[in-house]
């Protein structure tokens, strides 16, 4: 099985601080991806790569960066966290094979105060 | 109009009975279907894909309907373990990215 895993579960910043959240998977997917998820919005995208060294922008990108200088290692950055912020962060790894899904690491919840 | 769209529950089901939901997406050209199952306080995890004909897995029925662009899931049987967010993904092409519903949540009692 995929293992996708990220570095902390729990998070607590304060506003302005400059936030990594890493995350690394062991099974040499090229496609990582990282997401957030807010009650009543669902699951939003906010960067993915398909590569090393790649990164494309989602759906919500503004306020975060990413670095993916590795093929098992995805970072997300928050050059300056805000409240706003606060959230629970996915990332998750694609199975490249038709049917292949998401794997998704368990998750870091963020507050920024 | 979103893009996935699902009702969001919560769907309150007797233990054993059946429950089923829908999930409608708007982009014809939307290629491969999966449900997944979210756990209070965890993260999503890949119940099954959705293939044209439809498919089984135990006491789970996906089904898919391209002409009206919905995909259901069925749950038979329903257990207490059952209890969870069902979140439907689709995504346009294979390996691209994949857009989520909003989930269904489904409440089993005993």
């Known amino acids: 099985d995929v293992k996708v895993t990220q570095s902390s579960r729990y998070l607590v910043k304060r506003t302005g601080e400059k936030v990594f959240l890493e995350c690394v998977q062991d099974?040499?997917?090229?496609?990582m991806f990282w997401y957030r998820q807010d009650p009543g919005l669902g699951l939003r995208l906010i960067y993915f790569?398909?590569?090393?060294?790649?990164?494309e922008k989602g759906d919500i990108p503004e306020g975060y960066s990413v670095s993916r200088e590795k093929k098992e290692r995805f970072s997300l950055i928050l050059e300056s966290a805000s409240t706003n912020q606060t959230s629970m962060y996915l990332c998750?790894?694609?199975?490249?094979?038709?049917?292949?899904?998401?794997?998704f690491g368990s998750g870091t919840r963020l507050t920024v105060v | 109009r979103k893009e996935v769209e699902q009702d969001p529950g919560p769907f309150n089901v007797p233990e054993g009975a059946t429950v089923a939901f829908n999930c409608t997406y708007s982009?014809?050209?939307?290629?491969?279907f999966f449900w997944y199952r979210q756990d209070c306080r965890k993260e999503p995890k890949l119940l099954m894909s959705v293939y044209s004909s439809g498919n089984e897995d135990g006491r789970f029925t996906a089904q898919l309907n391209r002409a009206s662009q919905y995909i259901s899931l069925l749950i038979r049987d329903s257990k207490l373990s059952d209890s969870a967010t069902y979140l439907c993904?689709?995504?346009?092409?294979?390996?691209?990215?994949?857009?989520f519903g909003g989930g269904t949540r489904v409440l089993v009692k005993p």
């Open positions: 993904v689709v995504t346009v092409a294979a390996g691209n990215k994949l857009t």
């Open positions: 998750a790894t694609l199975r490249p094979s038709r049917g292949g899904g998401y794997t």
């Open positions: 790569s398909y590569d090393v060294k790649m990164k």
């Open positions: 099974m040499d997917h090229e496609n």
């Open positions: 982009n014809s050209a939307s290629q491969s």
